[in-house]
């Protein structure tokens, strides 16, 4: 494995931001890991990178320590706030960074595939802040890292630079590269990860394939006035199939017909339900990520 996780805990003073996360990052597979703000996505990419140290558990990179020096070269990393030298020209970092590698990428493709060659001369500081994530990306890139951690890459970007992004992004995965991603844009995750770990409050929610996550099966989706939790069981119980529940809405795993739905509608005339909307098709990444972790503001 690439990255291995076991038991990860880490504390800010009461407040568990890990609560013992297991995670295993497979070699030349990009895992997308999902989760609300504060669900603990960037403290674990963090540790990853030796920038804060685990009240618990173990963490390997590449079979080492995240400490150790042999993985500056291995590893690339890109964050939220991404660490740039704000005086520098972009250039000038970008040029720094390669000659600490072997074998860098070559600058000049890789500025211009990331929209970046009128930039290169302009401070950090003064380049807008889509423009800083895309200097951000190239230094992670620039080494050509075995492992490529990246918190939210796409994360105040314009549709075309997302684009160019993601693009980069497949290409790299397709190339063998091991990659870490977090975002809050499910459909960038459904889209490019083989593998999809939802996060929430410390903990693993769920994890797997996003097909296996949003399930192969059509379903009814149904939006409703009431507590969904409480109505699920007696729903349930009435049609025999699985229903799950979130806040405000109801969801049967079961293929939709006229029968079925008639029997939902003469349901929640009998419980005085007031259904709000009712959908059907397949869930979405979207919909999994609230099922499992609510759909309260953070």
Partial sequence: MSLVASGLVVRYGQHEALAGVDLALEPGRLTALLGPN???KTTLVECAVALRRPD???LRVLDRSPDDPALRTRVGVMLQDGGLPLAA???QVLRHLAALHARPRDLGELTERLGLTRVLRTSVRR?????RQRVALAAALVGRPEV???DEPTAG???QARLAVRELVGELR???TTILLTT????EAAALADHVVVLDSGLVRAAGSPASLMGAEQGLRIGIAGNAEVLRADLQRLLKVPVLASAGLLELRATPTPALLHKVTGWALQHDVQILEVAVGHRTLEEVVLTLTGRSLR
């Fill in 56 to 58: 618990a558990g173990t």
């Fill in 38 to 40: 504060g669900a603990g």
């Fill in 184 to 187: 809050h844009l499910t459909e």
């Fill in 148 to 150: 490529l951690l990246l």
């Fill in 89 to 91: 020209p972009a250039g």
């Fill in 127 to 131: 380049l807008s802040g889509g423009e």
């Fill in 174 to 176: 397709a190339d063998g």
């Fill in 157 to 159: 970007l314009d549709p």
